[in-house]
């Protein structure tokens, strides 16, 4: 059994008074909505601490199976992978701080990764331009066979 002793009127002291709310006091809402705020920012960046986490793995691997295996199709996965982390990189900035301008580092940043992006993408072209060849030729020798079988 809890006792409150408030609830008997002769434990009350006398010299308590009732006193006026301040101002401060009376924005308490405000206040709990700027801790709210701070408290949805926070999680939103750890989120994005996670996704950044994971994106850079795949990025990471697929780069690894790029350099294994030289293809479009990786370089394609690769590509958008890193496009991917560019996103969450510039979603991290614009929430982290709103009044600085990252923008101009992460383009920087952004362009130097498409310049060799594009780097890679014509590397690839000149190492596969054979093996393209190749396939365009049995591709029309199966083409003209199909002619004749027709």
């Known amino acids: ?7 008997d009127g002769s434990l009350r002291s006398s010299n308590v008074k009732k006193k006026k709310k301040s101002k401060k006091s009376q924005k308490i809402g405000s ?3 700027e801790g709210f705020i701070e408290t949805l920012e926070d999680v939103q960046i750890s989120d994005l601490e996670r996704a950044l986490q994971a994106t850079i793995k795949e990025v990471v691997d697929l780069g690894n199976n790029l350099i294994r295996s030289p293809t479009t199709q990786n370089f394609h996965k690769y590509r958008e992978a890193v496009k991917s982390f560019l996103k ?3 979603k991290r900035l ?3 701080d709103k009044n600085f301008s990252p ?4 383009y920087m940043v952004a362009r130097e990764v498409d310049e060799n ?6 590397s690839l072209i ?3 331009k ?8 049995v591709e029309t020798i199966y083409g003209l066979l199909m002619d004749l079988y027709r």
Not at 117 to 122: R, S, T, Y
Request: glycine share 6%.
């Open 31 to 33: 206040g709990f909505q």
């Open 88 to 90: 969450l990189i510039e």
């Open 103 to 106: 923008q101009e580092g992460l």
């Open 94 to 96: 614009y929430i982290v």
């Open 130 to 137: 054979s093996a393209l060849n190749l396939s365009a030729k």
């Open 126 to 128: 000149d190492v596969e």
């Open 117 to 122: 992006l594009q780097q890679i993408a014509e």
């Open 1 to 7: 059994m809890r006792i409150n002793p408030l609830e």
